[in-house]
């Protein structure tokens, strides 16, 4: 399975960014979707999934800001994140789970500052 994540960079506080996270490799559609996030010095935390059915979870910290959203016609999920905060720094990870398979992508890095 191979997780290609794109569209971190560095952003100001207040600003946007859109990451995406193509699959390849592994069915797709009946998986478990998300995205990690680790800031440095800290633990690797989660910051949204989406199920199968659609079902979204986020951190408390994103909730209001940030949206997952999934196409299965593309194999990709997507993590619209808005109103970004010099918090939200971290190296930010594709997730996919389905049973026992989990996997993670290499992650790419969103910086907030100005």
């Known amino acids: 399975v191979q997780l290609q994540a794109s569209g971190g960079g560095l952003v100001q506080p207040g600003g946007s960014l859109r990451l995406s996270c193509a699959a390849s490799?592994?069915?797709?559609?009946?998986?478990?979707m998300g995205w990690y996030r680790q800031a440095p010095g800290e633990q690797r935390e989660l910051v949204a999934v989406?199920?199968?059915?659609?079902?979204?979870t986020y951190a408390d910290s994103v909730k209001g800001r940030f949206t997952i959203s999934r196409d299965n016609a593309k194999n990709t999920v997507y993590l619209q994140m808005n109103t970004l905060k010099t918090d939200d720094t971290a190296v930010y990870y594709c997730?996919?789970?389905?049973?026992?398979?989990?996997?993670w992508g290499r992650g790419t890095l969103v910086t907030v500052s100005s």
């Open positions: 490799g592994a069915p797709f559609s009946r998986s478990l």
């Open positions: 989406v199920t199968s059915g659609g079902i979204k």
């Open positions: 997730y996919y789970n389905l049973g026992t398979r989990t996997y």
